[in-house]
C-alpha cells in the first residue's frame, strides 16, 4: 500500500512554518501496518484520508486499499473485510470527517456547531477544510459525539454543511483546538516529528511526511495559517463515474435490451372500488415485471451482491428477476386520463405503501396515477439481512447491491408506464371504451415519502425518463441520518452488541456510507439539477421538510438543498421556532413569484426544534412526530402537484410560514 496522496517532497514555503503544538502527546500506529501513524492508536484515523489509497488507474488516478486489519472489529474480532469498498477511486462526498482528540472541547475551542455553520468559514476557524483544486474554504459544522459515555473514545465528527465535490481533493487543517480550561491541546507526538525538520529518506515516517508538506502547501496557497497546528490530512471524494458509473452502466444495459420497447409484465389483480369504498381510487391494478437481474443469485434474493466481471463492473447473470409492482387507478382518470408517476415507499417497506391515504388523495385531487415497486435492499423483505449486517459489516454490500438493482427496477417500471405497448396497452388501464387511463405524452414524475426521497433522489438522477420529483419528509446521508433518527433504535441495540465501542460506531458509519452512497441521494446529488448523468434529463426537485422530524433528521435537508442549488421559501418558519444563529444559512429565498427550479419548503406543525448533538428526538419535549403531516396536508399536495404537472414551485401559503395539521 502507497498513500495516494504522496508527492515528491515539496519545499515548504516560508510563510506556511509546520508548526505543531509544543508539548505533544505520544502516538502508537507503527509506520508499515498500513495504519495512518499521524494521529494516535486508531488505526484508520483520521478519516476519510488519502493514506488508505492507492494509486489505479481510475478518474481519480486512486483507488482505496484497506485491509481488515485496519478496520473496526465485531464482538467476535472479526474485522470488515473492505473488498467492496475498495472498488471506489474515492471517498464519499458526503463524509463526515473523524479524528480523536482527547480532552477537546468544542465550545472553547470556538469551533462551529450545527446552530451557525457561518463559523466554520471565519478567517480564525480552528478547523478549516480547503478545496485543494479551488483554493475555497468548505462549510461544515463540529460536533463531538454525544453517545460516547467514555471521553476517550469519543470522536470528532466534522460533517460537511453541503456535499464535497466529485472528484475534489480536500485539506483539512485542526489547530488551536482547547480544553473546557481553554489551555491548547497539544499536538500527537508523532505528528510533530512529521510537521519537523526533514526526515532522512530511510526513515519509516518519510512517506508520511512528503504527503503532509503536499497537503500543507495546498493549505498554505488557500492562505490559511498552520500556527499551533494539532492535525492536517487530506482525502480525495469519489469521481462521478466512481459512484453512478455502475448503476448507469446497468440501466443502459437493460434498457437496450428493450428496444425502445416496454419491459415484459403481467397483470395479476384487477380490483374495482365504488365511490362508496374509495372516493379517490376507482381501480388498484398489481402485477409483475421482468428485470434483467444483475446480483449474483438466480432472481436476486436478500443477500445477494452485485454479480461483477473481472474489471469489477456489474454484469447480467443471465436470468430475470420478477419485480412486483401496484398502480392506483383515480376516479378523475375515467374522465381525463392521468399524469403517470412513480412512487417510492418508506422505510423497510413495501409497494403496497402506495395505498396510502395521503398517495390515494392526491391521485383523486389531481388526477395522478402512481405506480409502485420495492426499495429491495431495504423493503420488508430485507429486514432480517439488515439487521445482521450490524452484527458484521463485512456483508454490507448485499444491502446496497440490492439496493442498486432496485433502481434498474423503478427506471423499468417508469418506462412500462409511458411506452405504447406498457401498461396503456392493457386492458387493465383502459376504460370500457379501450381508452388508456395512463396520458403517456404526459412527464413521468417521482413522489417518495421518507426512504423513498432519500432513495428517491437517485432514481430521480439515474432516470433517463423522469425530470421533476417531489422528494418529502426529504433527507440524505445515512451517516448523519443514523444516529439523530427514532427508526434507528433497533438497529442501534444490534450494533450495541456486536460493535460496542462508540469510536469504532463512528468508524462504522463513515465506512458504510462510501457503499450507500452508490445507491441514495447522497451519491447522486450533485446531478440532481443542471450537471445531469450521462442520459438523464436536467432535474428540478421539490423538497417538502417537516420541522422537527423524528425519523429523517431535517439538517440532511439542508444539506441536500445547498448540494442541488435548491432555494427557500421564506419566511421559512415562525421567528423563534428554529434555534440556528441564522436559520436555513446558505440556501437563497425563493423569488416571489412561481419559480422554475428546484426548491425547499418547510412545513411546520407544532413539533419543538430536535436535538443539537446526533441523537434522536426522544422524549416528551420532543412532542408529537411531524414525519407524516406535510404530505397529509392538502396545500401541500397542491403545491406537489402544481410543480410535477407544470414545473413551477408556487407560494400556497401566502407569504407566510407554511403551516400543517398533525397527521394523527
Known sequence: MIAGSAAPALATPASAPLTASAGSTPSASPPGSGCDPIAGTDCLLPFPNDWFTTSAHTPTGLRLDLTSAMTPKNAAGKGIDPAAWNLSDGFSPGSMLL???????????????????????????????????????????????????????????????????????????????????????????????????????????????????RTLHDVDRAGVSTKNLYLAWDFTVASEQGLAGPVVGMRDQALGQLRGRSPKFTVTTVTDFTSQ?????????????????????????????????????????GDDLRAQFQCEIPRAAFSKPARPSLYGHGLLGKATEVRASNVRAMAGEHDFLFCATKW?????????????????FS??????????????????????????????????????????????????????????????????????????????????NYSTLLNRSVDFQPFQQVMNGYYPDKLDQQLCFALIQILWDRAETDGYAQHLGDDPLPGSPRHRILMHVAFGDHQVSTVTAE?????????????????GRNPDAVPYWGIPALPGRPYQGSAMVVWDSGTPAPPVTNTPPLGAQYGTDSHEDPRADATARRQKADFLKYGVVVDVCGGRPCTAQHAG
Open 559 to 575: 444539506v441536500e438543498a445547498r448540494t442541488i442549488g435548491a432555494r427557500i421559501h421564506r419566511p421559512a418558519i415562525a421567528a
Open 395 to 476: 456483508r454490507f454490500d448485499t444491502v446496497t447491491d440490492r439496493l442498486q438493482q432496485s433502481l434498474v427496477n423503478f427506471v423499468f417500471l417508469g418506462r412500462m408506464m409511458i411506452t405504447k405497448d406498457g401498461l396503456a396497452g392493457d386492458e387493465a388501464f383502459q376504460d370500457d371504451r379501450g381508452r388508456s387511463l395512463i396520458d403517456r405524452h404526459a412527464d413521468l414524475a417521482y413522489d417518495g415519502n421518507s426512504q423513498g426521497s432519500i432513495a428517491g433522489g437517485a432514481l430521480v438522477a439515474v432516470s433517463p425518463d423522469v425530470s421533476r420529483g417531489v422528494l418529502g419528509v426529504s433527507g440524505m
Open 277 to 317: 369504498q374509495d372516493a379517490n381510487i376507482a381501480r388498484e391494478v398489481t402485477g409483475e415485471f421482468l428485470v434483467p437481474n444483475f446480483l449474483n443469485q438466480a432472481g436476486g434474493p436478500p443477500g445477494s451482491v452485485l454479480n461483477r466481471d473481472a474489471s469489477g463492473r456489474p454484469k447480467p447473470l
Open 376 to 392: 429491495i435492499g431495504m423493503a420488508d423483505e430485507d429486514i432480517p439481512n439488515v439487521s445482521g449486517v450490524f452484527a458484521d
Open 99 to 213: 479524528a480523536h482528540v482527547p480532552g477537546l472541547d468544542l465550545g472553547a475551542t470556538g469551533a462551529a456547531p450545527v446552530t451557525d455553520v457561518a463559523r466554520s468559514l471565519k478567517r480564525d476557524a480552528p478547523i478549516v477544510i480547503v478545496d485543494t483544486r479551488t483554493g475555497e474554504r468548505w462549510p461544515y459544522w463540529a460536533e463531538l459525539d454525544a453517545n460516547a459515555t467514555n471521553p476517550a473514545r469519543q470522536a470528532l465528527i466534522i460533517r460537511p454543511a453541503k456535499n464535497f465535490r466529485e472528484g475534489h481533493r480536500y485539506a483539512v487543517v485542526l489547530r488551536d483546538l482547547k480544553n473546557a480550561s481553554g489551555a491548547r491541546i497539544a499536538a500527537p507526538g508523532t505528528f510533530t516529528r512529521i510537521a519537523g525538520k526533514t526526515l532522512p529518506a530511510k526513515d519509516p515516517l518519510a512517506r508520511r511526511q512528503a504527503a503532509l508538506r
